[in-house]
């Protein structure tokens, strides 16, 4: 990593006191605090008027453990700028989310999520909400808005915060909150803390690195699609340009004095978790006693579950790791997928003997599990894990996944377990969309999940919750037990017994040289649906390897006892390979029938595949 700048390092240095203020007295917390100059409070209010910015996230972090002072009045005057950078806000939409760089130090990339930005952000949300939800009069509208572990993220909390007060909505920071909570307080109806919001906000960027940060948006009919974030990207852009215009901002802001309020929701979202559990369990206070579980939480927003969700259910949580929010993510990166995460929960499981590990990612949308045994429940097992409990509960449902889940689940699923396997585009909205299509149309499904570890429940508002998910396994668990079937974690493991896992499965990425002339100036779209194209011509006239009859996405070839995926990126200049095979040379034989498919177009790297091929032939020589 290029060397920490020195805004980075302010940061890092805010991050480490807010760790130490929570380990520490309340006078510690005060002499922390005490560098940064305090909003002052006037009788539980504070105008912003003239505040400066560094005011405002000072007030922020000092009210991090939402200790409840009082509204604070939005008169929404912001500080006069004195200069803007050109931001392409287009640039920031990342599907359905939106994402950008908001710290510097990284080399080569710039900061474009600034303060200014995000409140460009919070007023073009709050102007597409005022357009499509019909306010009836008796209220403000009300937006809640929480974020991850990133050291970045109160700075843009209060940011947004001042774009959407200044439009006149109200708004209720949640501070450290996790993605699915965020969506579930749009569904909450309990005035006393302000729910149900009329929209949310969720400012994540889930696993990437530490530099990075992003927004994740809701209404209680889900969360956001394309359409939507490239509308309110438009508006903000148009806010952007009148942010030195004090006058005129003034007067394109909502009349009035909007408020923010601070309310501690995962507390009640954890409850509404619990509560679940216990159901499952015929209501029992503490179904499951006895059961040694840990929680790796990777740094990120995930922390809670052990504390407030295991330990009043009668869980052991002794050994869990990583619990405390960390924006650096020191330990290992807070992500399903990644080799090293699973191992350390792996080893924790091992180490502590435990019945089950559970890991999250940063903003607790994403989960995998391992056994007492160190197997691991992540990507296709985790689908297999997820189906078998579905389907106990509905014979026959469709269980739609991304395009990458291999040929062994489909026949778990559909010959073992009875249901159906609907493969789609890869993208979680794109999943949990064309679940909600089929049901709409009369094909039953009830489980939408990607191999990143995204899944949703029709049962859950087909929101993509990492710890429901977890505590459909946990209800399993304690079922499992009352019924006399035995404990630990030998029940979840027997439901995948069956599961064909492949010996060979990699992803191999082939980008595209935008600047190469073969592209003659064009797209690099158009030239990825090109190659694809070629590849399936030449698939055809080869009695060795058979197209897929139904694909949604690139082209799927089976072949040599496997399979290979060659798609073209939702976002980037490149197309991914997915290679199964049951063995290497298979495996080999599927990658070199790409390699020659491709050959005559020169601006793909093939690097990453040509390796593949080559150690596997040095390999055999030595």
């Known amino acids: 990593m290029a060397a920490i700048s020195g805004k980075v390092f302010q940061n890092i240095n805010l991050s480490q006191c807010y760790h130490q203020s929570r380990q520490f007295s309340n006078q510690y917390r005060r002499d922390c605090f005490s560098r940064f100059n305090l909003l002052p409070f006037d009788g539980g209010k504070v105008a912003w008027t003239g505040t400066s910015s560094m005011q405002l996230r000072t007030f922020s972090t000092h009210q991090i453990n939402f200790i409840n002072r009082g509204p604070v009045h939005c008169n929404a005057a912001p500080s006069t700028i004195s200069s803007l950078d050109n931001i392409d806000f287009q640039k920031l939409q990342n599907g359905s989310d939106i994402r950008g760089v908001a710290v510097a130090g990284v080399e080569g990339e710039p900061v474009n999520l600034t303060e200014p930005v995000a409140e460009a952000i919070g007023a073009g949300f709050a102007a597409w909400l005022l357009e499509k939800k019909k306010a009836d009069g008796s209220r403000r509208f009300r937006v ?155 740094n990120g927003a995930g922390g809670f579950f052990a504390a407030k969700v295991l330990e009043p259910l009668g869980a052991i949580t002794s050994g869990s790791q990583f619990l405390e929010p960390d924006g650096l993510f020191p330990n290992h990166i807070p992500n399903p997928e990644d080799k090293t995460a699973m191992k350390a929960i792996t080893e924790a499981v091992l180490q502590n003997k435990a019945d ?158 935008q600047n190469h002339p073969d592209l003659q100036g064009g797209p690099f779209r158009d030239y990825g649906e090109a190659v694809l194209k070629h590849v399936e011509n030449l698939v055809a006239s080869d009695p060795k390897l058979l197209k897929a009859p139904v694909n ?49 177009f020169p601006a793909l790297d093939t690097s990453a595949l040509d390796k593949f091929v080559q150690d596997h032939f040095e390999g055999s020589e030595s």
């Open 144 to 298: 809640s808005i929480g974020h991850d572990s990133r050291i970045s993220a109160e700075k843009l909390q209060d940011a947004i915060s001042q774009g959407i007060a200044g439009a006149g909505l109200d708004v209720i920071q949640y501070g450290l909150a996790s993605t699915p909570a965020m969506f579930n307080s749009t569904l909450t109806e309990d005035e006393a803390i302000f729910c149900p919001a009329d929209g949310s906000i969720m400012i994540t960027a889930s696993h990437l690195p530490f530099n990075r940060n992003g927004f994740k948006f809701f209404t209680n009919a889900g969360g956001l699609g394309k359409a939507d974030i490239k509308d309110i990207l438009g508006r903000a852009a148009e806010f952007y340009k009148n942010l030195n215009n004090r006058d005129d901002l003034i007067n394109s802001r909502g009349k009035g004095s909007a408020t923010i309020e601070k309310v501690d929701y995962m507390s009640v979202y954890a409850s509404d978790l619990v509560k679940a559990v216990r159901k499952a369990a015929g209501n029992k206070e503490k179904p499951l006693e006895g059961f040694h579980i840990v929680v790796d939480a990777g």
């Open 356 to 513: 089950l590990g559970i890991i999250f990612d940063t903003d607790v949308d994403r989960s995998a599990a391992v056994d007492s045994n160190g197997r691991e429940f992540n990507r296709n097992r985790l689908i297999a894990l997820m189906s078998a409990i579905v389907l106990e509960e509905h014979a026959g449902t469709t269980i739609v996944t991304d395009s990458v889940t291999s040929d062994g689940l489909t026949l778990f699923i559909e010959k073992k377990l009875g249901g159906k396997h609907h493969r789609f585009k890869r993208g979680y909205k794109n999943v949990i969309d064309e679940a909600i299509r089929l049901n709409s149309v009369g094909e039953e499904s009830h489980l939408a999940i990607e191999t990143s570890g995204h899944g949703a429940l029709k049962e859950n508002h087909w929101l993509d919750d990492g710890a429901y998910l977890m505590v459909k396994i946990l209800n399993k668990l304690a079922s499992a037990r009352a019924s006399g079937l035995g404990g630990g974690s030998q029940v979840l493991t027997d439901l995948v017994d069956g599961l064909q896992e492949p010996a060979v499965a990699v992803e191999l990425r082939l980008k595209i040289n």
């Open 552 to 600: 949604y996405e690139g082209v799927r070839v089976s072949g040599f006892g496997g399979w290979f995926l060659l798609r073209l990126s939702l976002h980037d200049p490149v197309l991914p390979l997915n290679i199964e095979a049951p063995s290497h040379d298979d495996a080999i034989k599927l990658g070199l029938a790409v390699l020659a498919a491709v050959k005559e």
